[in-house]
């Protein structure tokens, strides 16, 4: 049976909180939703944002977690899932399976996702490479 007493009720409206620095990335902005609060760090849900150009991109790595999606709301990004690019575009889903190993290397100046992650304090642990990577598309002024 689902323990309903230790969550409570949230609700953030845009204005409510703001993108900032100082999450996993430091080329991205993320906006807490409030979600690991009201779930006592039983998921996290925020969105991010692209901040600076994609030089080098995420590295490979993998999360240390139970369950990952990643929902794009605004324009794109490609990632490589194991061997595999994936174009991810504004509406598309990706659930990441727990320990794939995966590197985010290009993305659009306007992209912002939606990420899902149980539990909210999960770890990210770099990983070998598994295939090279192509090159980002630069962005122009």
């Given at each position: 049976?689902?323990?309903?007493?230790?969550?409570?009720?949230?609700?953030?409206?845009?204005?409510?909180?703001?993108?900032?620095?100082?999450?996993?990335?430091?080329?991205?902005?993320?906006?807490?939703?409030?979600?690991?609060?009201?779930?006592?760090?039983?998921?996290?849900?925020?969105?991010?944002?692209?901040?600076?150009?994609?030089?080098?991109?995420?590295?490979?790595h993998?999360?240390?977690?139970?369950?990952?999606?990643?929902?794009?709301?605004?324009?794109?990004?490609?990632?490589?899932?194991?061997?595999?690019?994936?174009?991810?575009?504004?509406?598309?889903?990706?659930?990441?399976r727990?320990?794939?190993?995966?590197?985010?290397?290009d993305?659009?100046?306007?992209?912002?996702?939606?990420?899902?992650?149980?539990?909210?304090?999960?770890?990210?642990?770099?990983?070998?490479?598994?295939?090279?990577?192509?090159?980002?598309?630069?962005?122009?002024?």
């Amino acid at each position: 049976m689902l323990d309903r007493t230790a969550t409570t009720f949230s609700h953030v409206k845009p204005g409510d909180t703001s993108f900032l620095p100082g999450g996993l990335r430091d080329f991205f902005l993320y906006r807490d939703l409030g979600i690991a609060a009201a779930t006592n760090g039983k998921v996290i849900a925020h969105l991010v944002k692209a901040n600076m150009a994609p030089e080098s991109g995420t590295g490979w790595h993998r999360h240390e977690a139970d369950f990952q999606i990643v929902i794009m709301m605004k324009d794109w990004a490609r990632f490589m899932y194991g061997d595999q690019e994936t174009l991810v575009e504004a509406g598309d889903v990706v659930h990441q399976r727990p320990g794939i190993s995966h590197y985010l290397f290009d993305y659009s100046p306007d992209m912002e996702y939606l990420e899902i992650v149980s539990p909210a304090d999960f770890k990210s642990i770099d990983v070998a490479p598994v295939c090279a990577i192509p090159a980002p598309t630069p962005w122009t002024n």
